[in-house]
């Protein structure tokens, strides 16, 4: 599943400036948040713990102005805590985000 690109690129391409490494450790810093979060979900075994989880997946999708990642953080709010289809579209995402596909 390859993702839009838009404007996630554009927001760290924007914050780093001309400055690839800045843009780098922006990269690395919005991968490490995403699998944090990822694994919050992975584990959460209720719905509260897998709501706040997503909620903060969405909350770091819109911070980055990641449409693709905010549609995927309101499928994981609107499902049932570990729903595996959900898991697999957003370490799809993750795998496109660090291939550079996102």
Not at 69 to 97: Q, S
């Amino acid at each position: 599943m390859v993702h839009e690109s838009g404007a996630l690129d554009a927001t760290l391409a924007a914050a780093a400036g001309d400055d690839p490494v800045l843009l780098a450790e922006l990269r690395a810093a919005f991968a490490d948040s995403l699998a944090r979060q990822i694994d919050l979900l992975a584990r959460a075994r209720c719905d509260g713990n897998w709501n706040v989880a997503a909620l903060r997946l969405k909350g770091l999708a819109a911070s980055f102005h990641a449409a693709d990642l905010i549609e995927l953080a309101d499928e994981a709010i609107a499902a049932a805590p570990g729903e595996p289809t959900v898991l697999r579209k957003l370490a799809a995402f993750t795998r496109d985000f660090s291939a550079g596909r996102n």
